[in-house]
């Protein structure tokens, strides 16, 4: 007996796989072209949506600080831009259709994000509006806005649901173990031919162009891999137990860990390792014992030594000591120097525009006059003559000041900046109530994600670090969000329990006429 509705589904799946293959077929005569490369981007995510649809949350996780392009969409965006937008729309949905699944409300947070948000769209409508250069806008710039929305909804994203308990320890883990995926960049220069098709996913370093010489090339995923690593040593053990569990093997990874570091060539990256464990070592009460004298010690000998061997060191750990008054070969002081010096020369130029744009900010919108002008020849000429405009730069046009208040002030103005200092104080009290009243094996990691969160709050109001606004939403939400998805919240102290009055107690055996009465009539 025929099987009709066995007939139909068959008829179905061949009237959409046939054309579908007929069409993948044609495509593929132009396998790189962006049509092309976004319908196969379609297909896989329709291919993949079952196992979106259940783990989506995790992705999110892991993809916010690794380093993977979806090369296949116009302007090969990071895989955490694209996640942020997947998991917010699932959770979306799944509110939708279930009437049990909450968000976690935290309005203390909410509030100013709406605010920011806010601002950045009457900001955008004054001075140029969205304008996407890569969907056909006559401006430049809309890439930015998008990176900043984004990002701010990346909150949302992440307090869409609770962690559950039971998987703590492996989204803690996803969450810091991202940037271990950078390693693969570092090694363009020297991969076979065969292998490049890899780094569309996985791009090369800055300096790929260069000839690999380990200690000479500046790795910077082996460094940013290193310090991953380190973060989530301390997120999981805490300072006392990787120094302090009479286990060998934590003290040695951590300190493999910490010399990889200076492959990275960054300060930056020795500066967040360094606040992060000396800050937690005066958290987890460790001034108070014997390992205080022990690392003071290990400190007067390590500089010691680095007084007299620094110019012996490689060239990667030269530049990130360059901070430090030590005898340094001149072409690692020159290059930390004159990366120094373009970020206080820029700013210099920059810091009379500020009045001008109290009120209204100069937004992200790129003029293509102003585009074609900065890229032009003329500009390249003046700059390699050393006649050209600091303020006038590539990236000062482009608002990547290298500078978190200015570019906030300057883009947004006075209202930008008062928005973010509410959104910047009201997190830090959050992730310090979750730190001091939350569960007590969520220590360490609240800990750390409260001393992370405030290490970008104070370079941004030192005004002597961060890149733009654009670029490290991501860091504060991230922090912030993860630390409410883990805590259900914002954590309070625990009630104390309600003890009766001993003057109005009563004793067996009293009578009611002992008890006090009123020095007033009724």
């Not at 990071?78 to 279930?98: A, C, D, F, H, K």
């Not at 000062?396 to 200015?406: E, R, T």
Request: charged residues 10%.
């Amino acid at each position: 007996m025929n099987n009709a509705p066995a007939i139909i589904r068959s008829l179905i799946v061949y009237a959409v796989v046939v054309p579908l293959a007929i069409t993948v077929g044609y495509m593929l005569t132009n396998p790189m072209d962006y049509s092309t490369l976004g319908l196969f981007g379609i297909v896989g995510l329709v291919l993949v949506s079952p196992l979106l649809l259940r783990m989506h949350y995790p992705l999110l996780l892991f993809s916010w600080f690794c380093v993977i392009k979806v090369f296949f969409l116009m302007t090969g965006p990071n895989l955490w831009l694209v996640m942020v937008v997947l998991s917010l729309g699932i959770s979306v949905l799944e509110r939708t259709l279930n009437s049990q699944m909450h968000f976690i409300r935290v309005p203390q947070i909410t509030w100013p994000l709406i605010a920011l948000i806010a601002v950045v769209i009457v900001t955008a409508e004054a001075t140029g509006g969205f304008g996407l250069r890569a969907l056909g806008s006559a401006v430049y710039g809309g890439k930015k806005y998008v990176y900043l929305l984004i990002g701010i909804m990346s909150y949302f994203a992440l307090t869409s649901r609770r962690i559950p308990p039971e998987k703590i320890g492996l989204y803690v883990a996803l969450f810091f173990l991202g940037p271990i995926t950078g390693i693969v960049g570092d090694f363009f220069s020297i991969a076979p031919s065969w292998l490049h098709p890899v780094f569309y996913v996985f791009p090369p370093a800055l300096n790929s162009a260069e000839a690999f010489e380990l200690g000479k090339t500046r790795m910077g995923g082996v460094g940013g891999a290193a310090i991953a690593m380190i973060l989530w040593m301390l997120s999981k053990y805490g300072v006392r137990g990787i120094l302090l569990s009479g286990k060998l093997w934590r003290p040695f990874l951590f300190t493999v860990f910490f010399v990889l570091v200076f492959l990275g060539g960054y300060r930056s990256g020795l500066f967040i390792v360094v606040v992060a464990f000396v800050f937690m070592f005066f958290l987890e009460g460790l001034h108070r014992t014997r390992l205080l004298p022990a690392f003071v010690l290990a400190g007067i000998l390590g500089a010691a030594l680095l007084v007299s061997f620094a110019n012996k060191l490689p060239y990667t750990f030269q530049r990130t000591l360059a901070f430090l008054p030590l005898n340094l070969s001149q072409e690692a002081l020159s290059s930390a120097e004159d990366s120094t010096n373009w970020r206080f020369d820029m700013w210099k130029a920059l810091l009379p525009q500020i009045p001008p744009h109290l009120l209204l900010g100069t937004g992200y919108a790129i003029a293509p006059e102003e585009f074609n002008e900065m890229m032009g020849t003329d500009t390249a000429m003046a700059t390699a003559a050393g006649q050209f405009d600091p303020g006038q730069n590539s990236l000062a046009l482009s608002s990547d000041f290298h500078n978190g208040m200015l570019s906030i002030v300057l883009c947004f103005g006075i209202w930008g900046v008062l928005a973010f200092i509410w959104f910047a104080f009201a997190g830090l009290r959050v992730m310090y109530l979750n730190m001091k009243y939350g569960d007590p094996a969520l220590y360490h990691v609240n800990s750390l994600l409260f001393i992370l969160f405030l290490d970008e709050v104070a370079s941004y109001l030192s005004c002597v670090a961060g890149l733009s606004l654009a670029v490290d939403i991501g860091y504060f939400t991230g922090y912030l969000g993860f630390s409410i998805a883990l805590n259900n919240g914002v954590c309070q102290p625990a009630p104390q329990p309600v003890q009766a009055d001993k003057a109005f107690l009563r004793p067996r055996g009293v009578l009611p006429d002992a008890r006090p009465r009123p020095a007033f009539p009724r």
